[in-house]
């Protein structure tokens, strides 16, 4: 069974440029979550789509946004970007419609913001 | 305001031995916990979970204990193994209001299992 798929792996940018990052689920899936990882601070939650729709929302401005497609894939956009954007972005997927379900990670997108 | 706190930053720990991972949390709206190791240029992978109506889950060499009362979990592996060598996070979520469907993350121990 494949799991979590992020792309691309690394992405360097610059500031003010925007960036989108991909991420297929595990089959079956249809819950799809982000999460940042900035250097120095923990696992921080960004967003989470299960069937379409945006279903709860972390502490991040606005111009971070994303989307999940019909076959449940997602992306995460960041517009404006800042040098504190400089981070490991990690998508993880579940099972959706169910509580206490674990998350599955993929293997994160390493953006560099120069 | 961390809310999970995983207060040991590291543990060194001898293959064969049992390894004990600590967690604190609390927040009284967690209801489901959950344990994942990480190696270096990898995503974290998923070990083995808890809902807040155990207080102890299995799975294999793994063990989670939940006491509610103190707000804390444990990570039990025995025994340990030298591959076992990651960082170690403990995570948890809600039901409901802010907490629902996202996982608060500790900031990890590392665990280092000698030969």
């Known amino acids: 069974e494949a799991g979590v798929t992020q792309s691309p792996t690394h992405l360097i940018k610059t500031r003010g440029q925007q960036v989108t990052l991909r991420c297929s689920p595990i089959s079956g899936h249809t819950s799809v979550y982000w999460y940042q990882q900035a250097l120095g601070l923990g696992l921080q939650f960004l967003l989470w789509?299960?069937?379409?729709?945006?279903?709860n929302r972390g502490n991040f401005p606005p111009r971070f946004s994303g989307r999940q497609f019909p076959n449940y894939s997602s992306e995460l956009n960041v517009n404006a970007l800042e040098l504190e954007d400089s981070a490991l972005y990690l998508c993880a997927s579940s099972l959706g419609g169910i509580s206490r379900q674990p998350q599955h990670f993929g293997d994160g997108t390493r953006l560099s913001i120069l | 305001d961390q809310q999970v706190k995983q207060n040991s930053p590291s543990l060194s720990v001898q293959e064969g031995r049992i390894s004990i991972l600590n967690c604190d949390y609390t927040?009284?709206?967690?209801?489901?916990f959950l344990w994942y190791k990480k190696y270096p240029a990898e995503g974290p992978t998923f070990l083995i979970s808890?809902?807040?109506?155990?207080d102890k889950n299995e799975d294999g060499r793994f063990t989670v204990f939940l006491n509610k009362s103190a707000k804390h979990l444990s990570l039990h592996i025995v025994p340990s193994q030298p591959g076992d060598s990651a960082v170690y996070f403990c995570a948890a979520s809600g039901a409901g209001g802010t907490s629902y469907g996202k996982l608060t993350f500790g900031q990890g121990t590392i665990l280092t299992v000698h030969p």
């Open positions: 808890i809902s807040s109506i155990k």
């Open positions: 789509y299960d069937e379409g729709e945006e279903r």
């Open positions: 927040n009284s709206m967690f209801d489901y």
